[in-house]
């Protein structure tokens, strides 16, 4: 029973490069998430989604972009990385909003050099 | 104001006693709270969530909420040092959960 799969793992890029961090989930949910932990801090919502087609902005979306074209893939988009995109990414998915169970991906660490 | 604030610590107590971890929110309207442990290196875990007012408890965890003071609490009775990890409040808003920044408990054997 996979869950919620992301890669990579871990990722070096320079800045100004481009990458997709990837999100699959195999439970059949409705709802997807993309957070970002810096050390020592909590998670930040970057952008979620409640279906497939349909995206919305969380609370730090500048210099990302997602879609949501199926139900199990939710891919993450970094354009232009910029050393304050240095961080732990956790894709995250749930069939119901009032429950707040979300489960969570092993986190991809991306480090901005 | 942050939307979900917590103590970030670090939380010390003894193994065998009582840990009690704070998160206040802003937005009145919410109507589910959450708390979540991650163990370091690790993915966040759901271990309680609560929705009314009063005290819900699962064995040796109990959450607290008080709406009307926009706060939500933890306690760990008995606190064994497999409880050392970071504590994350989280709140639902519009399809959305919210988290704060975290308490890192420490038990000490």
């Known amino acids: 029973n996979a869950g919620v799969t992301q890669t990579p793992k871990f990722r070096i890029l320079k800045i100004g490069q481009s990458m997709t961090l990837q999100c699959t989930q195999d439970?059949?949910?409705?709802?997807m998430y993309w957070y970002r932990q810096d050390p020592g801090m909590g998670l930040k919502l970057i952008y979620y989604?409640?279906?497939?087609?349909?995206?919305d902005k969380g609370e730090v979306p500048n210099g990302y972009n997602v879609s949501r074209s199926t139900t199990e893939d939710f891919p993450l988009r970094l354009e232009l990385a910029a050393p304050s995109q240095t961080s732990v990414y956790f894709c995250?998915?749930?069939?119901?909003?009032?429950?707040?169970?979300?489960?969570f991906g092993e986190g991809s660490r991306l480090t901005v050099l | 104001q942050k939307e979900v604030e917590q103590n970030s610590g670090p939380l010390s107590v003894p193994e065998g006693a009582i840990a009690s971890l704070n998160c206040t929110y802003s937005?009145?309207?919410?109507?589910?709270f959450f708390w979540y442990r991650q163990y370091s290196g690790k993915s966040p875990e759901l271990i309680m969530f609560?929705?009314?007012?009063g005290d819900k408890e699962d064995g040796r965890f109990t959450a607290q909420l008080n709406k009307a003071s926009q706060y939500v609490s933890l306690l760990i009775r008995d606190s064994q040092p497999s409880d050392s990890a970071t504590y994350l409040c989280?709140?639902?808003?519009?399809?959305?959960?919210?988290f704060g920044q975290g308490t890192e408990l420490s038990v000490k054997p």
């Open positions: 609560i929705y009314s007012n």
């Open positions: 989604s409640v279906g497939a087609g349909i995206t």
């Open positions: 937005d009145r309207g919410s109507q589910s």
């Open positions: 439970m059949n949910h409705n709802y």
């Open positions: 995250a998915s749930s069939s119901n909003e009032d429950t707040g169970e979300l489960f």
């Open positions: 989280a709140v639902s808003q519009g399809g959305k959960l919210i």
